[in-house]
């Protein structure tokens, strides 16, 4: 999967500004569980934070991991907080349409 353009990067970090994390990594990881919990709010929102409450050392490649498992981007990771964005894949479901298209 290509990166995501610096112009919606930044329209995505502004949109998440004010967004709650919905998804939490505790002591167990990143696990199936988690997994499934990003892949169905992804499917949902679009764009969702994911707080890592164990395992902060590690989290830029959990981070990582987590975009690679739920074929999405990740928008960026600040502090113990990772954004994460997925395109609704149906067009009448999309609810942000990025400054550039995406490939």
Known sequence: MQELSKAN?????????????????GKQ?????????LDEVLEAHEL???KFIDHKD???DL????????RSYLVGVLGNIATFY???????KRNIILKEPLG
């Not at 949109?15 to 919905?22: D, G, N, T």
């Not at 990881?29 to 919990?37: I, N, R």
């Not at 997925?86 to 009448?92: A, K, T, W």
């Open 58 to 60: 590690e989290k830029n």
């Open 63 to 70: 981070a990582d991991a987590l975009a690679d498992r739920t």
């Open 9 to 25: 990067r930044r329209y995505l970090k502004g949109l998440a500004h004010s967004m709650k994390p919905m998804v939490q990594v």
């Open 29 to 37: 990881g990143v696990t199936d569980t988690v997994v499934d919990a």
């Open 48 to 50: 969702v934070k994911v």
């Open 86 to 92: 997925r395109q609704q894949e149906d067009e009448s």
